[in-house]
């Protein structure tokens, strides 16, 4: 975790432009995908969750991965502590009533790279996902309607995954 995808208030600015994983070299790199608590706290100086909120329901609009980086040095007093309760609250609440995997970062390096090992191979007219940890992952088809990029989820594929799973796999 040690690119933003952006970074307009750092000192260098610029940023991955991405909210998912990705590979340099052997390296699975987490973008950190949320304003980071010095930031918020100190440059900003938000005393709530709703930038942290507007940035999760934007990252999850496009199943990202959400990341946040927070300092116990910077959780000090009575009023921060309070800003990452309510973080906590927020993510939890989050995770149960959306079906969001939460993961640990070793657990979502574990899973991209198994995904990275699998193929898409044409079988009868249709298509398949193949490879050690198929049945995992599920087909989903991006399609252009009127502009927008829509994405349509495999019916004949089910995923065997807990739903909890399914929207980070999108």
């Known amino acids: ?25 052997r390296l699975l790199e987490l973008p950190l995908t949320t304003v980071q608590d010095y930031t918020l706290f100190h440059v900003l100086r938000e005393k709530s969750v709703d930038l942290w909120r507007l940035q999760l329901e934007i990252i ?20 921060t502590q309070a800003i990452y309760r309510d973080l906590l609250t927020l993510l939890r609440d989050v995770r149960e009533k959306q079906s969001v995997w939460s993961a640990l970062p070793r657990e979502v390096d574990a899973w991209w790279r198994m995904r990275s090992r699998l193929s898409i191979v044409r079988d009868d007219g249709s298509w398949r996902i193949v490879g050690e940890g198929a049945e995992s992952a599920r087909l989903a088809f991006a399609r ?3 502009g927008r990029l829509t994405f349509e989820m495999a019916v004949d594929n089910p995923s065997p995954l807990p739903a909890v799973n399914r929207r980070m796999i999108r």
Request: hydrophobic share 40%; net charge negative.
């Open 1 to 25: 975790m040690s690119v933003p995808n952006v970074a307009p208030l750092d000192p260098q600015r610029g940023g991955c432009c991405t909210v998912m994983p990705y590979f340099i070299g």
């Open 60 to 79: 999850l609009a496009k199943n990202g991965i959400a990341t946040f980086l927070v300092h116990p040095d910077y959780i000090l007093d009575r009023e």
């Open 144 to 146: 252009n309607s009127d």
